[in-house]
């Protein structure tokens, strides 16, 4: 009876807490990385999802790397955990180079990214000053998302690496994140984003070598970008993190399936406004995280989408709203369903709008086996 | 030179991280208590928002409370601290009650909220099998907010007072959170809710007390209301906790002055898209949170409204988008303000939508005092 020892665990859990499907985490994971290694290039795993070491040890191709980082302190953790192969993916900033160095000094190959002149002429200052021989990664932008140069323009491109270069930096390659794939959700329209992010990559590799520069590594990636990508021709290596856990926004997007969904919230009802057709949880923004974003897609999903204690969604129900530490159940607007019966203590679980957000509302994870038992609890970090 | 004192101290600062302006922050809790004692009742803080036992020391009427908390891990850390004084002020799930009571059997009064006859009977049998008394206060429904029974429904408060009574409960009263109010920005119709607030609460108590049944507290509160109720009588306490920090949010509602928040996110510039006119800051949506809840008041403010060092907001200088760990500095749309000459390197400070989920995305606060300089820095609490 795994359903019932399912029940019973799970009702042991003190409420609201995350928890991991294991199986599911290791089919994403295997799945991209078949995918990856099909098109030929390495994957450098984003850890920024899921900021655990026990994650990181099925995601990575070995103990030691690669991955990619999101925070200094992501870096120090992994550092710590073993990790020695890390591109801290966030423009750096001056202030925080000497904490690259104390890092870089313990026998991690960490990497920085920059995209400004500015950026360029402090590494060197701290290189200058140090002797640290920082590998850099210039910030090419693939699509107008965010950072990055345009990887026509060869001039700035040239600039930043041959000042790099004659100051004392390693020269690692470029780096691009195809961000905009997010808003896309056509499987030829994320090939083509894809597509776009590889091409650009390469323009801008072939900008830096035809001018005598290093560029050993053509870095790109991104959950959909990864997922729908044909051919990867001239690029080194794929970045992708919250394809690992999955979340409805990626549901949306078409990148993962909703019930491959790894991640869910584990809520205890704790009222009825039953006039008003709504079920009062334990699990409010708090512990769902305040992302909405899939409130710009074909299909709102509240706060989450409800499902029982093994996991299958209940038809139509979602969080309807939420405040700090209560969320509102109710029956999506224009759906016939039923309000399903679930008196005060019942628990269930609920999948989250953005892995990212949500996991960093909590600092441990509740692992569930194949059986629907808890098998063990991962230690997350947060902060900065 | 205090202002030179100042940008040296923030430059020591990792980024991004919370500051506290501590005189902002005693300058709104003196106020708040002066207003709760003005009308005759006492105060009790809702700890909710900044989770710190040195921030609770400011706000308590005493070290040992009265507290208001929101999880049951701020009720052991702040019991751990010495106080002794609380109500979860969360509808109880029956599974909690052991924890309750172990928190209870370390000399810590703390009271629980329940608005329904399953909760009332998983209460009864729980003093059934350990015999502590725990103190309950019924929740009522002010303004259909969230939870609650009717204050009307003299039935159903008669049946669970009767009940937790006959079942060994300490019947301790009745709460409400006049959540609604939220959504105003008129002072008359603030000071409508504060007193449809206080008239429900006061019925809801006399229905319990007609029938012969105690009911010593009447307890109501929000930040809003507390700021406009002009009349108590029949109420005993207030509660309320964001206006301790305040928010570009609660200064939407009109329930804290802009120039009052206390609380910011120190945060760098680390990138430029000139041609967008974006800055690029090290502050995201996992340092500021994915609030976006101005979205729906009369100036959105994006994830935040940017100020200088010193905490001087630049003039239509917002958050306009951001990423995990990136901010998109722009000018709000239809102002013709400058963007400012930010260079890589920059500090700025970002004041939040939401101070509750701006907080939690940190795990301490860096103390401003008078002059700007950081005087200390103070632990926070998450997490259930």
Request: charged residues 20%.
């Amino acid at each position: 009876m795994p359903m019932q020892n399912n029940h019973q665990m799970l009702e042991k859990l003190q409420t609201p807490c995350l928890l991991l499907d294991e199986s599911r985490l290791r089919a994403n994971i295997a799945r991209m990385k078949e995918r990856i290694a099909g098109l030929g290039v390495a994957f450098r795993p984003h850890l920024k999802t899921a900021k655990s070491l026990d994650v990181a040890h099925i995601a990575m191709a070995s103990p030691k790397g690669p991955a990619m980082v999101s925070t200094l302190r992501e870096a120090e953790y992994f550092a710590d955990g073993g990790v020695r192969d890390m591109i801290y993916g966030v423009g750096i900033a001056p202030a925080k180079l000497a904490r690259i160095s104390a890092i870089r000094a313990r026998g991690v190959d960490l990497a920085i990214i920059l995209d400004s002149a500015e950026q360029t002429e402090a590494v060197a200052a701290h290189i200058r000053a140090t002797g640290d021989p920082i590998p850099v990664l210039i910030e090419v932008d693939a699509d107008g998302h965010r950072s990055g140069i345009a990887p026509s323009d060869a001039a700035t491109l040239l600039g930043i690496g041959r000042r790099l270069t004659d100051g004392g930096a390693t020269l690692r390659g470029v780096l691009l994140h195809a961000g905009d794939s997010y808003s896309l959700n056509d499987p030829s329209a994320l090939a083509a984003a894809a597509e776009n992010e590889r091409a650009s990559a390469v323009m801008a590799a072939e900008n830096l070598r035809s001018a005598g520069l290093p560029c050993p590594v053509v870095s790109v990636g991104s959950t959909p970008t990864a997922r729908f990508a044909r051919d990867l021709t001239g690029v080194t290596e794929v970045r992708a993190g919250v394809f690992m856990f999955g979340d409805l926004f990626q549901a949306g997007v078409g990148s993962v399936a909703m019930e491959d969904i790894a991640l869910t919230v584990l809520a205890t009802v704790i009222g009825h406004q039953r006039a008003k057709r709504w079920i009062i949880v334990d699990a409010g923004w708090m512990a769902l995280s305040r992302d909405r974003s899939t409130a710009k897609q074909a299909v709102d999903q509240g706060y989450g989408v409800v499902c029982d204690p093994s996991g299958r969604p209940y038809p139509d129900l979602i969080v309807a709203d939420a405040n700090q530490e209560h969320g509102i159940l109710a029956i999506r607007g224009g759906s016939s369903a039923t309000l399903p019966n679930l008196p005060v203590g019942s628990r269930v679980r609920i999948l989250p709008n953005h892995a990212c957000a949500t996991g960093a509302q909590h600092d441990r994870y509740h692992i569930l086996d194949g059986g629907g038992s808890v098998s063990a609890v991962w230690p997350r970090i947060n902060g900065w």
